[in-house]
């Protein structure tokens, strides 16, 4: 109700300026108490991947990429968040304006290209947080790191974040990093989740503690490139795959303004296309690792889609910018029913 009044206010600003002072506004809030006043969603507990999330809807990456306001966000009532994505060394991202909107569509396209402080700012600054819910971290690599040698800043990312996350989420579907999406390929995705596998068992020993590992993956996929993928995530013993990051494709937005900007597009238009994988890695997947579902869910019955597709957790971010906070307590709500 709130947020449908300040909507116009904050959609009259660019993009990205609209983003940072909302963010700045929830810290602020947080701060001073407000959001304790906030209507919570009486959500329905979930265990996935053998953590215990106190509710299925969760804030995918992007949103939070260095861990900064996580107890603001975290009072809008997710079940959990999940920050990043965090590169080894910090890097600017792609110049500006690099973020737009598609309001008629209810569509965002992106192309911030991992702007972000670093892994290590990023652990400081979950520590300094005080934020004890389930914390996902999600790791990419440098824009000026070849792929070639992509595994060394994966490895060296889930080295830092490792102690600190519940789980760690493998992002090698952003259109944003040049070739990146080249990493969902069958050769090269092969070599990088044994590296991490076996990565990840050595930290396992080091610190006492198992980290859940998840891919996120592109809707950009054709059905035997999923069954590829779902093949390789079940053979290296992946723990859960996040469907799906933005997409390339126009066809839900053409003629619309702002729609031949490049980058990933997101929102409503996406939705179709990530409960497609959704459905498709289940069929392959046969319960054998969870699915995430994320894409285009501005409603509680969007959410539900995804669980009925087979996601056994859901995660938003589009879907705040059009309907605002209100939109987490319905969908927490809608999976409890
Ligand atoms: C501005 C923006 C930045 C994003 N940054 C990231 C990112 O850094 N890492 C990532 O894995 N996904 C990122 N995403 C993708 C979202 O996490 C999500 O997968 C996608 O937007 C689809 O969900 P939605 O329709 O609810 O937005 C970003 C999305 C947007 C809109």
Do not use: W
């Amino acid at each position: 109700m709130l947020y449908s009044l300040i909507r116009p206010a904050l959609f009259s600003l660019d993009a990205e300026d609209a983003h940072g002072l909302t963010l700045a506004g929830l810290d602020v809030a947080e701060r001073l108490g407000l959001l304790g006043m906030l209507p919570q969603g009486r959500g329905k507990p979930v265990q996935v991947m053998g953590i215990d999330f106190p509710n299925a809807v969760g804030l995918a990456a992007g949103m939070d990429k260095d861990g900064a306001h996580l107890k603001g966000l975290a009072a809008l009532g997710f079940g959990f968040l999940e920050i990043g994505t965090v590169t080894p060394r910090p890097q600017p991202g792609n110049p500006k304006p690099r973020l737009f909107r598609l309001p008629p569509a209810e569509g965002i396209i992106n192309r911030m290209g991992f702007n972000n402080l670093g892994a290590d700012k990023l652990v400081r600054n979950v520590g300094a947080s005080g934020y004890k819910g389930v914390l996902g971290i999600n790791i990419g690599k440098n824009k000026d790191t070849p792929n070639e040698r992509a595994a060394d800043d994966y490895l060296a990312c889930l080295d830092k974040v490792y102690p600190h996350a519940h789980y760690v989420t493998v992002n090698i579907s952003s259109p944003n990093t040049q070739n990146l999406r080249e990493l969902q390929k069958d050769e090269a995705l092969d070599a990088l989740l044994s590296q991490i596998k076996s990565r990840q068992a050595e930290l396992a020993q080091r610190h006492g503690r198992y980290v859940p590992v998840a891919l996120k993956i592109a809707p950009d996929l054709d059905d035997a490139q999923i069954a590829a993928i779902a093949a390789l995530l079940m053979r290296h013993g992946i723990d859960a795959v996040i469907a799906t990051n933005t997409t390339i494709a126009r066809d839900a937005v053409a003629g619309l303004p702002n729609a031949n900007e490049s980058g990933g597009l997101s929102g409503a238009p996406v939705r179709e296309a990530s409960t497609r994988v959704v459905r498709t890695l289940a069929q392959h997947l046969g319960g054998a690792l969870p699915i995430i579902g994320v894409g285009g869910i501005l409603s509680g019955d969007d959410a539900r889609d995804k669980i009925a597709a087979g996601a056994s957790l859901v995660q938003i971010y589009s879907g705040l910018i059009y309907r605002g906070p209100a939109l987490v307590r319905e969908c927490v709500e809608r999976l409890a029913q």
